[in-house]
């Protein structure tokens, strides 16, 4: 049965039940290959589809999903839904949402990755074990090296009339190794993506997660002080990525956020600006449209230190009488849309990360955190491992790690003097170099 007729039904399942919904339906395959010495540990290949059928009724909301798509499968989720919506909470928020008229032109998906053979996908994750063995004899054990790929389109309908469809797709490959000197021994891991696999760099991240675990190799405690610190593209994606939680509506509308009734306050420096766009050509989260059919777009959460708005789901922004942001984000046909990042990016303030090195003076470069989920959103507080390296005169030194970065959100937000302008977005999000002023560093004679 094709992807139109199984949306007919269970839209025509949910009017003759006499209530408002939504279908979204989903197809994927995804690849993943290990690889140890050379040699293939695993090769998985998958494919599933499945639709999550949400229902309004009585300013109630239910969702359940289904991988049964017959008549009868859908019928029965979207009975299954009804009887839940009782036990629900009573919302005037709770209604139907309008799926977007047309889907907007964003180049998201590649369809090499369907069509390349499995032993070219093979050989890339050799590729980058190869290559990240090359780098240096100091590179004994990797723990695994990967290819994963995958591609899916998405269709959401609903009972109103609308409907829409998208195609993604993602490749990715990556390494997990330790160098080792001395008995010593240090991790390093590197990980690039692409939309298929010939935009896949395996070499550079064979050999780039070589260098970081070798530059680990001999690192030393740095003292105790306050001190310059400036983010790594990826440390900065991985922190904005912890600090996301501050702008979802939904954690403003529970006061779980410390930028709860915030609007228009000045909560980070000039510096700031921060922005969400799924609709980014280029981001790894991106899409035309989210979970909800609404479309993607950038969204200014902080402008020059100024908060300015929170990324909403259709029911947070009926909550809060504003538009809709395009963040109404699932994780798949089985999760229900809820508020949450797409691809979230500090704009830079037009320096370039050679400059910015070279203002920076001497302090710590950081390159990883440890314990990013512990970050508290509702109060601010935070403690984090880190390891990095020195930085002298705007110069790179050696490899620094046992050190803890601390304090409250507030203030560190409040200490971004610049961010350059090598903004890449990574898994993680987007990153750039950023230099931060007058940061605790706990370490050596803490």
């Not at 070219?120 to 090296?145: D, G, H, L, Q």
């Not at 070499?203 to 610190?229: C, I």
């Not at 880190?386 to 002298?392: K, V």
């Amino acid at each position: 049965m094709n992807e139109d007729r199984i949306l007919d039904i269970a839209t025509d399942a949910m009017r003759r039940a006499g209530v408002a919904g939504e279908v979204y339906l989903e197809r994927s395959q995804s690849t993943h290959i290990a690889v140890h010495e050379g040699k293939i540990e695993s090769l998985v290949q998958r494919g599933a589809r499945g639709a999550g059928l949400r229902i309004f009724e009585d300013h109630r909301t239910a969702f359940q999903f289904t991988a049964d798509l017959t008549p009868e499968g859908l019928a029965q989720a979207v009975e299954t839904a009804r009887a839940i919506a009782p036990h629900t909470k009573q919302d005037d928020a709770n209604a139907l949402t309008g799926v977007a008229a047309s889907v907007p032109l964003l180049v998201n998906h590649d369809p090499s990755v369907g069509e390349t053979p499995l032993d070219a996908k093979m050989e890339i994750a050799r590729t980058v074990e190869r290559s990240a063995r090359a780098e240096s004899p100091r590179i004994e054990k990797t723990r695994e090296s990967s290819y994963q790929d995958f591609q899916s389109r998405i269709w959401i309908a609903n009972t109103a009339g609308g409907r829409i469809s998208h195609e993604a797709s993602r490749c990715y490959a990556g390494i997990d190794l330790a160098a080792t000197e001395g008995g010593a021994s240090q991790t390093g891991a590197c990980v690039g993506w692409a939309l298929g696999p010939q935009g896949l760099d395996p070499a550079f991240v064979g050999r780039e997660a070589a260098r970081r675990g070798l530059r680990k190799l001999g690192a030393t405690q740095p003292r105790t002080a306050r001190t310059t610190v400036v983010l790594d593209p990826e440390a900065t994606a991985g922190l904005f990525g912890a600090l996301a939680g501050l702008f979802s509506a939904e954690a403003v509308l529970k006061d779980r956020s410390l930028f709860a009734n915030k609007l228009g306050e000045t909560v980070a420096s000039p510096a700031v600006t921060l922005v969400d766009d799924g609709g980014i050509a280029g981001g790894f989260s991106s899409a035309p449209v989210d979970g909800e059919g609404t479309p993607t777009g950038e969204t200014v959460l902080i402008s020059q230190g100024a908060l300015r708005a929170y990324f909403h789901s259709a029911f947070t922004a009926r909550k809060m009488g504003v538009a809709p942001t395009g963040n109404g984000v699932r994780g798949g046909y089985s999760n229900a849309p809820e508020p949450s990042p797409t691809n979230l990016y500090l704009r830079p303030t037009g320096t370039t990360r050679e400059a910015l090195l070279a203002s920076a003076g001497s302090g710590i470069y950081v390159t990883e955190w440890m314990g990013l989920h512990t970050v508290n959103t509702t109060t601010g507080d935070f403690s984090l491992g880190a390891t990095g390296m020195t930085l002298e005169e705007g110069r790179l030194g050696g490899g620094v790690d046992r050190m803890a970065i601390s304090g409250n959100i507030a203030s560190l937000l409040g200490s971004v003097e610049a961010v350059a302008t090598d903004l890449v977005f990574l898994v993680q999000g987007g990153g750039a170099t950023v230099l931060l002023r007058d940061i605790s560093i706990s370490g050596a004679g803490s």
